[in-house]
């Protein structure tokens, strides 16, 4: 069901959050909700709507309890002794689980991670990626293992509906697209397989609280401050839906040219894992460690696909690219999952392999 953009104002206004007078605008960009800016006298906040699935994508079911979830989480984060001094999260400000909508701050007409990072430096990227690195870290060792949240944040429906969307789809887009020989066959097997063992892990009760959508559209910048927001598919799970995930984001973003050339994603992402691998590496043993490096390059395999070749592409960085392009992103996420480039993104990046290594 679809809110008009009054319906939006009339929920505010019993909840005493706007006037009568107040204009709501749906904005753009919004992949699983419908997302509204009111505007009342100067004053703007942000509302959602959570439809029964995603709302860019209505085949495709998905709990409106996300938004209860959210909710929660920006209740939570809040109370974490994490770094503030360049990341936040917005205040939540109404909750209305009943009719799937939720009132948050406005953190203001920031341009978000996507659109900051072509016109920023390699320094300031690397700079933002340690602030957001560290501040992520902060966020999972602070959380691991603690009881209380994986009760609070058991968010399996969203997750069951990841299995199927991402990870169980890998089998079913790969062979659609014609291989190269029998050699390539099995490789997709592999990737295949991995993606789907992947998938059936994630159901399971996780270490660490997980953000679980942290890509580039989730990241508002403004001066040297990030505003995280977006935190609908929260849950008590593994660090890699959020670790691999941005760095997924980020390898796409300097494949297509959308970070501007010059290294940019590539240097948020360095400085990211490493200011996060001091935060997590003593509480990791060595299997966890190496088996933790494996589910990164599946994950961030399997989220390149989907974005390159699969159901996520319009609206985002290979919609209307040269084939070639797609056909060398599908490449190189089948290569993360069939494990035949080892821990691949995450190559060349000393604190992660020193991590991988056991010297974290």
């Not at 490096?293 to 960085?317: D, K, S, W």
Request: net charge negative; proline share 5%.
């Amino acid at each position: 069901m679809t809110h008009t953009p009054e319906e939006v104002v009339g929920w505010a206004v019993e909840r005493g959050l706007v006037g009568p007078g107040a204009v709501a605008v749906r904005l753009d960009g919004g992949l699983l909700n419908e997302v509204y800016r009111l505007s009342d006298a100067g004053h703007t906040l942000i509302v959602k709507h959570a439809p029964a699935a995603v709302a860019s994508a209505p085949e495709i079911p998905l709990s409106p309890a996300r938004l209860s979830f959210e909710g929660r989480a920006l209740t939570a984060v809040p109370g974490l002794d994490l770094p503030r001094e360049r990341v936040r999260t917005p205040a939540l400000l109404a909750l209305d689980a009943e009719a799937a909508m939720l009132a948050m701050e406005d953190l203001g007409p920031r341009a978000d991670a996507l659109a900051w990072l072509p016109a920023a430096s390699q320094e300031e990227a690397a700079s933002m990626g340690a602030a957001l690195g560290g501040w992520l870290g902060a966020l999972h060792r602070q959380t691991f293992g603690d009881a209380a949240l994986a009760a609070a944040f058991d968010n399996g429906d969203v997750q069951r509906t990841r299995k199927l969307v991402q990870y169980d789809a890998v089998g079913p887009l790969l062979e659609a697209r014609p291989a190269r020989g029998p050699a390539e066959v099995q490789r997709r097997r592999m990737a295949a397989a991995a993606a789907s063992v992947l998938g059936e892990l994630l159901l399971a009760r996780g270490m660490c609280l997980v953000m679980g959508d942290l890509w580039p559209r989730s990241l508002l910048i403004e001066g040297e401050g990030i505003g995280v927001i977006d935190w609908e598919l929260v849950h008590f799970g593994q660090p890699e839906q959020d670790l691999a995930h941005l760095v997924a984001h980020l390898w796409m973003a300097a494949h297509v040219g959308a970070d501007g050339g010059g290294g940019r994603a590539r240097a948020l992402a360095d400085a990211l894992l490493t200011a996060w691998v001091p935060e997590l590496a003593h509480v990791l043993d060595e299997r966890a460690r190496q088996a933790l490096a494996r589910r990164c390059a599946v994950h961030a395999g399997a989220e390149i696909l989907v974005r390159a070749a699969g159901p996520f592409v319009q609206g985002y960085l290979y919609a209307g690219v040269p084939t070639a392009m797609v056909e060398e992103a599908v490449d190189f996420a089948v290569g993360q999952m069939s494990g035949g480039e080892g821990v691949g993104l995450f190559t060349g990046i000393a604190a992660f392999e020193a991590l991988v290594d056991g010297a974290g």
